[in-house]
């Protein structure tokens, strides 16, 4: 085979995605591959080195994205990838750390860690699928599922009040939050793209649909016709206030990049106590060698 026609044989995300894996994993009409594409374009404009950028995600139908990106990557314990991405982002501050899961997995068992990282801006971004439901272990009803929602553990309707993440992290203290559905592949890809870049907690959400389980159960036709109707019936409104972003069964959808500010990081706020630290127990020690006392008053 010649080399031209090697070269028209080569995917051009080929480099980011692991093509000897696929066809996916995901059901027919699922958003989460169009959201990994939109990821893997991101990461291609942001110019980051490969070799310098990592993926953990938690369980789910999300947490699979792991397996198929030709990064390091690591699929951790359920609720667990955030913790796990910090580890990982401190024990090597170089590397550009990816946290891509599921509602379920972030917001619910691995909620008090999302919250926390956020608060304390950790430099890590964070992609969350929210298809409103646990899509892997049998259709439950999940912290975001909105009210009247039928799940299998709520088949009268959803009646508990779901989370809003963009309001929860908002106040949280998050220095960049986007929501996009699956079907804005151009914004969501451009969001992804400024997450990556932004120092800080990074927060993307991608409203996609669960074709298989909440379209079904709740007779909304096809996971493409689920998608479609997100994306008809969005609302662009950059900068809104988080707390009036709420989302309702079936109603209009707010969608934009809500919240870009600059706050210093935990690393930051942490290596500047460290040298002033540092900085004090010299000084301290000059004067101690010279002769002088040194007053804690």
């Excluded at 028209?8 to 996916?24: A, F, G, M, V």
Aim: net charge neutral; proline share 5%; glycine share 8%.
């Amino acid at each position: 085979m010649s080399d031209a026609m090697k070269r028209t044989d080569q995917h051009p995300l080929d480099d980011i995605l692991r093509s000897d894996r696929l066809p996916h994993i995901w059901c027919a009409t699922c958003g989460i591959g169009t959201v990994v594409k939109c990821f893997a374009e991101a990461i291609q404009r942001t110019e980051i080195p490969l070799d310098d950028v990592a993926v953990v995600s938690g369980i789910g139908c999300t947490g699979r994205v792991a397996g198929y990106v030709k990064l390091d990557s690591y699929h951790t314990t359920h609720g667990r990838a955030i913790p796990f991405a910090t580890g990982l982002k401190l024990a090597n501050p170089r590397l550009k750390v990816v946290v891509f899961s599921g509602d379920g997995d972030l917001s619910a068992i691995g909620g008090n860690h999302l919250i926390h990282a956020a608060r304390r801006n950790m430099d890590l971004t964070v992609i969350c699928v929210n298809n409103f439901i646990y899509g892997m272990t049998g259709g439950q009803a999940a912290p975001t599922t909105p009210n009247t929602a039928n799940t299998s553990t709520t088949p009268f309707g959803a009646f508990e009040p779901p989370f809003n993440l963009q309001k929860l992290l908002e106040a949280c203290g998050a220095s960049y939050q986007a929501r996009w559905t699956s079907l804005h592949v151009r914004r969501l890809t451009n969001s992804m793209t400024e997450a990556l870049l932004k120092p800080g907690f990074s927060f993307v959400e991608a409203i996609a649909p669960c074709s298989t389980l909440y379209a079904r159960r709740n007779r909304l036709g096809s996971g493409f016709d689920l998608m479609k109707f997100y994306h008809d019936n969005s609302e662009i409104q950059h900068g809104a206030d988080p707390r009036e972003v709420d989302i309702s069964f079936q109603d209009s959808i707010i969608v934009g990049k809500f919240i870009d500010r600059e706050r210093p990081t935990w690393q930051q706020l942490n290596d500047a106590q460290h040298n002033r630290s540092l900085g004090e127990k010299y000084f301290r020690h000059d004067i101690v060698e010279a002769g002088g006392e040194v007053s804690d008053a």
